[in-house]
C-alpha cells in the first residue's frame, strides 16, 4: 500500500475533513481482503466530490493518491 503523502494546503482546495475521512476508508479498504468492501470503497472514489474551501488540500495532489488508492482498490 502507498504511504500516505502529507498534502499541500492551497489556498482554494479540497476540504480537509471530507478528504481525510475518504482517504481514511480508503486505506483500510486496501488493507482488507473483502473484495465487497474494496469495490464499495473504489466506487465511492470514482464518484467523490469535495466541497473546495480556503487553505484546503491542493486538488491535483488529493486527486493523484486516491487515483493511485482506486488502482490498489482493483
Known sequence: M???PEFIHA???YDVREVD???ERAERAAASDDPVLRASV???I???AFTVALRGYDRSQ???YL???A???G
Open 2 to 4: 502507498s504511504s500516505r
Open 11 to 13: 489556498l482554494r482546495g
Open 21 to 23: 475521512a475518504l482517504v
Open 42 to 44: 473504489r466506487h465511492e
Open 46 to 48: 470514482h464518484r467523490a
Open 62 to 64: 488529493v486527486n493523484g
Open 67 to 69: 487515483q493511485t488508492l
Open 71 to 73: 488502482i490498489q482498490l
